[in-house]
């Protein structure tokens, strides 16, 4: 069992950064991969990245390559979400997830945070 808040959404212009938290409760943060994956209205949620249980190894959806970043520090109990480059059409709900599996579908993620709202004005 894990509980995951992310934080650090915000309104940005199109072109500018964030760093988005996800801090997790429990002690067994680091028995867990973890992705973060994003909804816009009326869209499905979708994969933005993902990274194993000890970190060093990340994979990430084409569209946000080289400008996201994802990492971990299990000693915090924390994952991160750094953007840059950000454009109009990352404007979504940003949620960090925890799964047994190193997965790119939310169908294998059990645990959700609530969701962080991240707005890109053009």
């Known amino acids: 069992q894990v509980q995951l808040v992310e934080s650090g959404g915000g309104l940005v212009q199109a072109g500018g950064s964030l760093r988005l938290s996800c801090v997790a409760s429990?002690?067994?943060?680091?028995?867990?991969?973890v992705g973060w994956f994003r909804q816009a209205p009326g869209n499905e949620r979708e994969f933005v990245a993902r990274i194993r249980r000890s970190g060093g190894i990340t994979d990430y959806e084409d569209s946000v390559k080289g400008r996201f970043t994802i990492s971990r520090d299990n000693a915090e109990n924390t994952a991160y979400l750094q953007m840059i480059g950000l454009k109009p059409e990352d404007t979504a709900v940003y949620y960090c997830?925890?799964?047994?599996?190193?997965?790119?579908?939310?169908?294998?993620?059990?645990?959700w945070g609530q969701g962080t709202q991240v707005t890109v004005s053009s």
């Open positions: 429990g002690r067994t943060f680091n028995n867990y991969n």
């Open positions: 997830a925890a799964a047994y599996a190193y997965s790119a579908d939310t169908k294998d993620y059990g645990f």
